[in-house]
């Protein structure tokens, strides 16, 4: 038996290994010392009032011969199907409740989805870019296309012409880089994949953070979207899921390729490889798109939002260029007086004990950059800010 040889194939991520490494290795020589983590992408918030009691409901629904409920539908629960379709209404997205499909999160679509593309495909991915779709692509047998982003275009690149690509990923509100895709710049890439009958798989875990009110949170709000689009978004940092694990993704009923329909492959694949998300967390999740499960995860996104302005307040008076934490939930700086990426990280370690994450790590574009992001707690945020700028003042 021969396995899959394009395991052979995938980069060593010595991303957080390194990060882990060097703290350790710091908390080793200097015992008891507090860190300033502003690296972590997950979040610190528990989940919202409104969840919890929505899971002790459910869990007691499950001890009750009456309320019990076995296998769920594969493609999810109706009345959170319907729940999702409606929050996209809100926005003017119309969408039908088949065409979302309840998932156990972002990470997990985002690998799986790459099933309705088949073999030997060429991926576009703009970097710096969230790590897994390269690696995904990679045990595909995919071949990718690197999309280097930077300062010159706020790291929103334009799609070229000269290039031809089955599959698109774009991320916006983006991690790294904080940056927002505007209706003009995703406008040209739906025209694009159109053209090219390219299919973009459109990363929207973070919409809940876009504060603009002209920056699309879905792909849908695009004319002609829905003949080459699917979305793929998460409750993970919208709503503190990070650990209870929900998502949806949505792959409009006019989306078809070679003659076949995604929509109704995407059925068939669910049917096929999963027996649906539990009972007990599609019923916590029903609860976050509520009136007060809205009001209480807004509150939440909010203390995220006051440590992204607290940081980049710090980086404006420095008069540091950086782009993000306006509509996301990171914050992307140039390193000072041309460091490197990991440079940068051991001064900041070494000097004032705030931990963040080398720009390196998400793509070779991303050396000399830095990301920060806003999940930590308002304390220390205020202080690894504070230590920033008595820092870099000097
Ligand atoms: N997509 C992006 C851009 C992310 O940053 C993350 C998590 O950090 C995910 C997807 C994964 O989210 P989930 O927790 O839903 O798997």
Known sequence: ?????????LKESYLFYNIAQKTNTYLEAHPGTHLYRMGIGDVSLPLCDAV???????????????????????CGDMELRRTIAAYYHKRGVNISNEEVFVSSG???????????????????????????YVDANVIAGNTVIHIPAGEENGFVPDPDPGIAADVIYICSPNNPTGAVFSRTALQAWVDYANKMNAVILFDAAYEAFIEEDEIPHSIFEIPEARTCAIEICSLSKTAGFTGTRCGYTVIPKELSRGGMNLNQMWVRNRTTKTNGVSYI?????VAVFTE????QIRHGIEIYKKNG????EALDRLGIWYCGGKNAPYIWMKCPNGMGSWEFFDYLLNEIQVVGTPGEGFGACGEG????????????????????????QK
Request: proline content about 5%; glycine content about 6%; some cysteine.
């Open 1 to 9: 038996m021969i396995p899959n040889m394009n395991y052979r194939n």
């Open 309 to 312: 302005a607290c940081l980049m």
């Open 106 to 132: 972002a990470s997990d679509e985002l690998g799986d989805i790459l099933d309705l593309f088949g073999k030997e495909k060429t991926v576009l991915i703009m970097e710096p870019a969230y790590p897994a």
């Open 369 to 392: 950059y830095f990301r920060f992001s806003t999940f930590g707690s308002p304390e220390d945020t205020k202080e690894a800010a504070r230590r920033l700028e008595l820092l870099l």
């Open 292 to 295: 007060e499960g809205q009001r």
């Open 52 to 74: 919890i009691q929505k899971l002790h409901e459910a869990v007691e629904d499950q001890a009750h011969k009456t309320t019990f409920h076995g296998y769920m539908p594969e």
């Open 281 to 285: 967390i599609q019923k916590g999740a």
